[in-house]
């Protein structure tokens, strides 16, 4: 099956199949006049428009817009049940963010069942799609026992299943503690029977803890981590969100894939991430939501860090679930160029869940996964913020978002 995008205004891509830092992040494919063909899912040609093409294929107009890879979101918690609404209000009048929210999140999903979240999260990916975004990384963490926990990853793996969407399952059952448990038994349960069972029925590429004051301190994220690297999983971190305790330092000496927030990282935790070779995934759109500082990301980016953007849609600290207001946001209030935060949310995400070496750019060889814009040009993405672009979206070669049909 082969199909061919004309009618192109502008094709924007980050190139390679492994994360940009420094000057490079600036560094954009830019062309105009050329065509993309597609065979069985895969971009097997960039070239001049006009060109030769297979009789019989599909032929998609992009209607002279400005075509960019299909967004990657490498951090939300997008399977949840129940709102937050009072607690987002209080904090609007002042309170402080104490992270006490997440087991109001667990008792609402302890209380339904897998298809009810199936159906409310299918809506909210759908409506990401709409948004560009084509890949979703999904964490558990709403869980907080074994049954939950679990019911959350079949909820993700399902879901990934009925869904075009590409979706890429995190098990963060260190995400807070359950009440009435002691500590150190909710953790030795995580590496005794949770880890285990997790590698054993593949429920999730990585393993995430929420490392922060009054959550897992370095040594326990520590004791984890290595559990799940010894099951098989990849890793991750929430790290220095709410306090500089000292995570990124620790994603550094663990060589985890990404270390995530990193509102207050510290020099010292910049130079050692960019040591280890970690990604730094930022999301402003938390800090934005939470009425906090951004984290340094000019700094981490002239220090060569290569940095990804994630929305963290989640119920209690962002509500924000479109990779195109992240892009805004990023330029808007934390100083990336444009261009910086394309390469954030495609390429650089993309690297941020070990894909780098298939989707995130648009050259041959990777997966068609790529988002029409009805814009003039892409430096107009951030200056529309809050608009809603996206015309249409192709996920493996496959129309699976066309604005002008409401389809899905
Ligand atoms: O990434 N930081 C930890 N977890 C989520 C929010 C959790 C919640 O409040 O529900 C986050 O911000
Ligand atoms: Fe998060």
Redesign the pocket.
């Known amino acids: 099956m082969s199909t061919i995008i004309t009618n192109i205004g502008q094709l924007v891509t980050p190139i390679g199949k492994s994360p940009l830092n420094g000057k490079k992040m600036n560094e954009l494919s830019l062309h105009k006049d050329i065509q993309i063909s597609i065979k069985d899912g895969k971009i097997v040609a960039v070239e001049v428009r006009g060109s030769k093409t297979d009789s019989g294929g599909l032929i998609i107009d992009a209607g002279g817009g400005v075509v960019i890879p299909g967004l990657v979101d490498p951090h939300t918690?997008a399977v949840f049940a129940g709102t937050r609404e009072e607690e987002f209000l209080a904090r609007c009048q002042g309170e402080e963010y104490t992270?006490g929210?997440?087991g109001s999140?667990a008792r609402s999903v302890a209380q339904i069942s897998e298809e009810e979240l199936i159906k409310s999260a299918s809506h909210r990916l759908k409506e990401m799609l709409s948004h560009g975004t084509t890949t979703v990384e999904i964490k558990s963490g709403y869980g907080l026992d074994m049954e939950n926990e679990i019911k959350l990853l079949n909820v993700i793996k399902r879901l990934s299943k009925e869904n075009r969407l590409r979706l890429v399952a995190t098990f963060l059952g260190a995400?807070a503690f359950p009440s009435g448990m002691h500590r150190a038994d909710y953790i030795s349960l995580i590496i005794t029977t949770m880890i285990p069972y997790v590698s054993r029925y593949r429920l999730a590429k990585f393993c995430d803890v929420?490392c922060d004051s009054g959550f897992y301190t370095i040594d326990e994220a520590r004791t984890i981590l290595r559990a799940a690297r010894g099951a098989g999983l990849l890793l991750k971190l929430?790290a220095d969100?709410l306090a500089s305790t000292g995570g990124a330092e620790l994603a550094a000496q663990l060589k985890v894939t990404s270390a995530d927030?990193l509102l207050h990282i510290s020099d010292r935790g910049i130079a050692a991430l960019k040591e280890a070779g970690v990604i730094a995934v930022l999301l402003p759109g938390?800090a934005f939501s939470l009425n906090k500082r951004y984290a340094p990301a000019r700094k981490m980016i002239d220090t060569g860090l290569p940095i990804a953007l994630a929305s963290?849609f989640?119920?209690?600290?962002?509500l924000i679930n479109s990779q195109l207001i992240i892009i805004g946001l990023a330029v808007l209030k934390m100083g990336l160029t444009i261009e910086e935060a394309l390469t954030a949310a495609t390429l650089n995400a993309a690297a941020a869940l070990e894909m780098a070496d298939r989707i995130g750019s648009l050259e041959e060889g990777k997966s068609a996964d790529l988002v029409i814009l009805a814009l003039d040009n892409y430096r107009q993405i951030p200056y529309f913020f809050g608009h809603n672009p996206v015309m249409k979206v192709l996920i493996n070669g496959q129309l699976v978002w066309d604005r002008n049909r409401d389809r899905y």
Do not use: A, K, L, M
Not at 314 to 318: A, R, V
């Open positions: 918690h992270g929210g997440i999140t995400h929420f929430h969100e927030h938390t963290d989640n119920p209690g600290t962002c």
